[in-house]
Each structure stands twice: as structure tokens, then as C-alpha cells.
């Protein structure tokens, strides 16, 4: 009797035993089947290091093509992300445009046209828009010749109306047929807007710099935080724990600035859009983030040093305050070896990560860098930027033409409910919310 008992237990267990194993088995079996058909010719590692996001082979890309991108760094970062806009509104990819190495626009053949991916990263690009927005290379195009025309209206009788009656015209089964929509006419910035600026700050936080660029922005954060560590008589610095602060100012005093300012005031009626630098360094004295601020507050000036009526922005601080600019650093060299938009770009970054911000709210370039460190201050976990109400929080900015609180300059943050990006392209004075 016992030795049935016995001989059935163990049968039991061989069976059990067994049962786990065709389990474990098939388990095994469906991961490497889902694997290969997947991932074909695919390593896990490669899975990872590879940014790049490919289309799948079988399906039929649709394409838009937009004219080659001008003017200055954040226009063109704006005209970049309506283009991509656009291609999302007309299920479409954006081809790689061809971006503006300088900033002549109105002599086409002075345009130094660059690469797109000269500039931004193209796989960490798709990578993080995966889902919303892409771009494709030409190489993606399988029919050149497969394409039709969409001029962009323009004049007072082009409402924003009629243009997006066209775009939605486009959207139609009529022209599935064409793989490439290639719009024709004025630079995308130029277009009309059909987009609330959350839609234009996903784009926008997708746009990373190529290595080369960003390492030689590190290069400059770096050489201004050293100029506020405790200096050694070998002139070297002692090393600190937490990297010394500091504020970076978009001075925009410049000789083509301050002719541009002046005819926006007389032609809006205003007289808020240029500030001269006494009352830049007189409002920047007066903000009270800077008071937390252990002596001596680093001012990185972002200004084109080569485009300055006078050599004297370094003087004039109130006490207790470091002003630096490139030829101070010495990172001229960094900059002199890029054309016009890489410069702007490093310049960018700088003031992207500056503890404190201060720029002209009618600047493009200003109103950008205050749009990317709001959306930093949203991945922090605040909902609501304009309920901060500029007060106490990280990554501060403010707009020195406009006069806040204490004769300092006002608060600045972005609107993310704001329906289109008209204030940040075009420059105001709601910078609050």
C-alpha cells in the first residue's frame, strides 16, 4: 500500500514537474518568435543604442516638403516646428528641411543653407516625437516625381480662415494618391497659426542639439561658473560642492536691435520694447531672486559683442556683481569657428541653464529660452506655470524692458494654455500670464 502511495506521489511530480517545463517552454518559444518578428536582425543592445525610430518597409509613407528655413535661430525653430504641424494636420511626415547658417534671407544665394541634422540630433529627434510628429530623410521617397504643388496664400485677403480651409482641403483622400505635398511660397514662420503653444513646446522639446555643439556649450556653463569659485594665487579655483550660479542676460543693445526696437514702438505705439543698458543693469540690481544669491552673482552677458556701438557692457554693475562676456571668458574661439545659427544655438543653451534669466519680452530668442525653462519648471511636477505667479520658483525668469515690482524687472513665464504662439513670435507685454 505504501509503496503505491509512493509510487503514485512521484508520478504526480513528474507530471507537475513536466507541466512547468512545456510552460516555461512556450513562454520562451512566444519571447523569441515576438522577437523576430519585431525586431528582425536586432540585438537588444543594438535596440537601445539605436535611437532612430525606421518606418516599416511595407508602409506607404506620406511626405510634405516646406521651403528651405530662414532668419535667426528661434524663428527658424518656429518655422521648423509649424511645418512639422502642419504635417501632422495633413497626416503626413515632414521631409528634413534645410535650415539657415546666416542670417541673410532676402539674398537667396547668401543663404548658406545646413542641414537639419548638422545642427539637431535627427535620431533623438524622432525618437522622442515618436508619435506625434516625425521627420523623414528624401532618401524615404520612393516616387520624386510623385508630388503636387500647395502654394501658401498671402495678403490681407488670405485670412487664417481660407488657409486652413486649404490645409483641411489637403487632408482629403483626393490628394492620397500624391506621396509628396511640396508647399510653395513665403518661410514657414510666416504662415498662419493654427496651433496652441503646448502643441509647439512638444515639438520644441524634441530639438537636441548634435554632440558637438552641446559638449562645446558645456564648455562655456563651465567657464562661467569657474569665474565664481574662490580664485588660488596660481589663478586656478578652488573646487566647490554644488556648481557656483549664475544668471544669464539676452542683452539686446545691439546696433541692428535698437534701430529694429525703435521703428516697433513708433509703429505700435509703445515705448516698452528698447532698453538702454543703464536701465538694463539698474532693473537687474533690483531682483530679489538674485539676494539668495551668494556674492559675486556671475552675469553671463549673450550679447553680439561685434554688433555694439561701444566695448562697455562690463561696467556699470552694481557692486557684488561679476559680469562676463565671451572675450572676458575667452571662448571667442568657440564661437568664431561656427557660422551665425551654431552661435546662437550654444548662446541658447547658456541661457537655457542659467540659474536666473533675464531677457526683452519682444524678443524671439528671449521668449524661447523663457518657454523651454517653463516647460523644465512643468517636468518638475508644477502644473500650472502661471499659477507660480513668478514668485519663488526654480528656474526664473524676467523681462527687463517691462519695470515689476521694487524697480526690478517683471516676472516672466509662458502660457501654455495660450491657443497660438502670437505673443512668443512676435514679441508682448503679457509675460505673466
Given at each position: 500500500?505504501?509503496?503505491?502511495?509512493?509510487?503514485?506521489?512521484?508520478?504526480?511530480?513528474?507530471?507537475?514537474?513536466?507541466?512547468?517545463?512545456?510552460?516555461?517552454?512556450?513562454?520562451?518559444?512566444s519571447l523569441i518568435i515576438r522577437t523576430t518578428l519585431f525586431f528582425p536582425n536586432s540585438s537588444a543592445s543594438t535596440l537601445f543604442k539605436n535611437y532612430e525610430i525606421e518606418p516599416?518597409?511595407?508602409?506607404?509613407?506620406?511626405?510634405?516638403?516646406?521651403?528651405?528655413?530662414?532668419?535667426?535661430?528661434?524663428?527658424?525653430?518656429?518655422?521648423?516646428?509649424?511645418?512639422?504641424?502642419?504635417?501632422?494636420?495633413?497626416?503626413?511626415?515632414?521631409?528634413?528641411?534645410?535650415?539657415?547658417?546666416?542670417?541673410?534671407?532676402?539674398?537667396?544665394?547668401q543663404l548658406q543653407p545646413i542641414s537639419f541634422d548638422k545642427v539637431f540630433d535627427f535620431a533623438k529627434f524622432n525618437a522622442l516625437c515618436n508619435g506625434f510628429v516625425r521627420v523623414?530623410?528624401?532618401?524615404?521617397?520612393?516616387?520624386?516625381?510623385?508630388?503636387?504643388?500647395?502654394?501658401?496664400?498671402?495678403?490681407?485677403?488670405?485670412?487664417?480662415?481660407?488657409?486652413?480651409?486649404?490645409?483641411?482641403?489637403?487632408?482629403?483622400?483626393?490628394?492620397?494618391?500624391?506621396?509628396?505635398?511640396?508647399?510653395?511660397?513665403?518661410?514657414?514662420?510666416?504662415?498662419?497659426?493654427?496651433?496652441?503653444?503646448?502643441?509647439?513646446?512638444?515639438?520644441?522639446?524634441?530639438?537636441?542639439?548634435?554632440?558637438?555643439?552641446?559638449?562645446?556649450?558645456?564648455?562655456?556653463?563651465?567657464?562661467?561658473?569657474?569665474?565664481?569659485?574662490?580664485?588660488?594665487?596660481?589663478?586656478?579655483?578652488?573646487?566647490?560642492?554644488?556648481?557656483?550660479?549664475?544668471?544669464?542676460?539676452?542683452?539686446?543693445?545691439?546696433?541692428?536691435?535698437?534701430?529694429?526696437?525703435?521703428?516697433?514702438?513708433?509703429?505700435?505705439?509703445?515705448?516698452?520694447?528698447?532698453?538702454?543698458?543703464?536701465?538694463?543693469?539698474?532693473?537687474?540690481?533690483?531682483?530679489?531672486?538674485?539676494?539668495?544669491?551668494?556674492?559675486?552673482?556671475?552675469?553671463?552677458?549673450?550679447?553680439?559683442?561685434?554688433?555694439?556701438?561701444?566695448?562697455?557692457?562690463?561696467?556699470?554693475?552694481?557692486?557684488?556683481?561679476?559680469?562676463?562676456?565671451?572675450?572676458?571668458?575667452?571662448?571667442?574661439?568657440?564661437?568664431?569657428?561656427?557660422?551665425?545659427?551654431?552661435?546662437?544655438?550654444?548662446?541658447?543653451?547658456?541661457?537655457?541653464?542659467?540659474?536666473?534669466?533675464?531677457?526683452?519680452?519682444?524678443?524671439?530668442?528671449?521668449?524661447?529660452?523663457?518657454?523651454?525653462?517653463?516647460?523644465?519648471?512643468?517636468?518638475?511636477?508644477?502644473?500650472?506655470?502661471?499659477?507660480?505667479?513668478?514668485?519663488?520658483?526654480?528656474?526664473?525668469?524676467?523681462?527687463?524692458?517691462?519695470?515689476?515690482?521694487?524697480?526690478?524687472?517683471?516676472?516672466?513665464?509662458?502660457?501654455?494654455?495660450d491657443s497660438s504662439l502670437q505673443e512668443i513670435s512676435y514679441g508682448s507685454s503679457n509675460v505673466s500670464c
Amino acid at each position: 500500500m505504501d509503496f503505491l502511495k509512493l509510487k503514485h506521489m512521484k508520478f504526480c511530480k513528474f507530471h507537475v514537474n513536466y507541466l512547468v517545463s512545456i510552460c516555461v517552454f512556450l513562454i520562451i518559444l512566444s519571447l523569441i518568435i515576438r522577437t523576430t518578428l519585431f525586431f528582425p536582425n536586432s540585438s537588444a543592445s543594438t535596440l537601445f543604442k539605436n535611437y532612430e525610430i525606421e518606418p516599416s518597409k511595407n508602409a506607404r509613407l506620406k511626405f510634405l516638403e516646406v521651403p528651405q528655413i530662414v532668419w535667426g535661430l528661434n524663428n527658424q525653430k518656429i518655422a521648423f516646428a509649424r511645418a512639422c504641424l502642419t504635417a501632422r494636420m495633413l497626416n503626413r511626415t515632414l521631409l528634413m528641411p534645410s535650415l539657415s547658417a546666416s542670417l541673410f534671407y532676402k539674398e537667396i544665394d547668401q543663404l548658406q543653407p545646413i542641414s537639419f541634422d548638422k545642427v539637431f540630433d535627427f535620431a533623438k529627434f524622432n525618437a522622442l516625437c515618436n508619435g506625434f510628429v516625425r521627420v523623414s530623410r528624401y532618401s524615404d521617397v520612393r516616387n520624386q516625381t510623385n508630388l503636387i504643388n500647395l502654394q501658401k496664400g498671402s495678403g490681407r485677403k488670405w485670412t487664417i480662415e481660407r488657409d486652413l480651409d486649404q490645409l483641411n482641403e489637403f487632408s482629403k483622400r483626393d490628394y492620397e494618391e500624391y506621396e509628396t505635398v511640396r508647399i510653395t511660397g513665403k518661410n514657414p514662420f510666416l504662415w498662419h497659426d493654427h496651433w496652441p503653444v503646448s502643441d509647439y513646446a512638444k515639438v520644441f522639446e524634441c530639438l537636441v542639439l548634435v554632440d558637438e555643439i552641446s559638449r562645446q556649450a558645456n564648455e562655456v556653463v563651465s567657464k562661467i561658473r569657474a569665474f565664481g569659485g574662490e580664485t588660488k594665487r596660481d589663478g586656478s579655483s578652488y573646487p566647490t560642492p554644488k556648481p557656483t550660479p549664475y544668471v544669464a542676460i539676452h542683452m539686446r543693445i545691439e546696433k541692428d536691435w535698437m534701430i529694429h526696437c525703435k521703428k516697433r514702438e513708433q509703429r505700435s505705439n509703445v515705448t516698452n520694447i528698447c532698453s538702454s543698458k543703464e536701465e538694463i543693469t539698474t532693473r537687474v540690481a533690483n531682483i530679489r531672486a538674485l539676494k539668495a544669491l551668494k556674492p559675486p552673482t556671475i552675469l553671463y552677458l549673450a550679447v553680439a559683442n561685434e554688433l555694439l556701438d561701444d566695448d562697455s557692457i562690463l561696467n556699470g554693475w552694481k557692486q557684488g556683481m561679476l559680469p562676463v562676456d565671451k572675450k572676458r571668458l575667452g571662448v571667442t574661439a568657440v564661437y568664431d569657428k561656427h557660422p551665425y545659427l551654431i552661435q546662437a544655438a550654444i548662446d541658447y543653451e547658456v541661457c537655457l541653464r542659467a540659474n536666473v534669466f533675464v531677457g526683452n519680452s519682444y524678443s524671439t530668442f528671449s521668449s524661447l529660452v523663457v518657454l523651454g525653462r517653463s516647460q523644465k519648471l512643468i517636468n518638475t511636477g508644477v502644473t500650472d506655470t502661471c499659477g507660480a505667479n513668478g514668485a519663488n520658483v526654480t528656474w526664473p525668469s524676467y523681462a527687463y524692458n517691462l519695470k515689476g515690482e521694487d524697480g526690478g524687472p517683471r516676472p516672466w513665464m509662458t502660457n501654455f494654455k495660450d491657443s497660438s504662439l502670437q505673443e512668443i513670435s512676435y514679441g508682448s507685454s503679457n509675460v505673466s500670464c
